[in-house]
């Protein structure tokens, strides 16, 4: 496994959830909460710095955030929309770590089932070309995480935020890694209600196929 000691793991959990209607941070998928499982997908990848990006009901993620030693960048702003949130969590990434961080894995609690064989199959990737923007694809679909090599982290904290991120990354075209993971998990969001269901029926698809295997 490649280390992931100077990694930072950015988890995207401020929105309202208003599309959802139930706040998805807390929604259940088996017997772990959404937070859990992407904190723990990225730990098993090596990830040892979490840092969940709070904003709406901040406080009924406290314990979970104690629990799994996840680190809390609260958003103010988060009522602005999902750039805040990815300024204020490479804001405190960069602020945090007494040596500068390699790179950030991008990862919204609304994508639960990314499994952390995506992550390792992104590091190795990095390691091959460490200035380029890496995301997993399905069937040539982008999905998540979004890997950012922390040299554009000054970058993204001066824009404005018209276009939102994708205006960054499109300046930096050429150095962005699309790679075919074969894993429908990383194009998987819970979104909307329908999402969540779909994500329901992947998980215990893949649980009867585990089953099978053993």
């Known amino acids: 496994m490649e280390s992931g000691k ?33 904190s723990d997908t990225l730990r098993r990848a090596g990830v040892e710095t979490v840092i969940g990006v709070t904003g709406f009901e901040r406080e009924r993620l406290s314990s979970i955030f ?13 009522e602005e929309g999902m750039f805040t949130s990815i300024r204020t969590g490479i804001a405190r990434a960069m602020a945090d770590e007494a040596d500068s961080p390699e790179g950030f894995f991008l990862l919204p609690v609304d994508c639960p089932l990314v499994p952390p064989e995506v992550l390792e199959q992104i590091l190795i990737k990095h390691r091959e070309q460490p200035d380029a923007f890496i995301v997993p694809c399905y069937r040539g679909k982008k999905g998540h995480p979004l890997f950012i090599p922390a040299q554009y982290g000054p970058e993204i904290l001066a824009h ?49 196929s585990c089953r099978e295997r053993v």
């Not at 990694?7 to 772990?32: H, N, V």
């Open 66 to 78: 104690a629990e799994k030693g996840i680190r809390e960048a609260y958003n103010p702003d988060y």
């Open 6 to 38: 100077r990694i930072i793991g950015l988890i995207l959990a401020a929105g309202y959830s208003s599309r959802m209607g139930t706040f998805k941070p807390l929604l259940t998928i088996g017997d772990m909460t959404a937070m859990e499982r992407v």
């Open 160 to 208: 404005d935020g018209e276009g939102g991120l994708k205006a960054v990354t499109g300046r930096h075209e050429d150095r962005l890694l699309r790679v075919e993971t074969g894993m429908e998990a990383v194009v998987l969001d819970m979104d909307t209600p329908e999402g969540y269901r779909e994500i329901l029926e992947y998980y215990k698809i893949g649980r009867a």
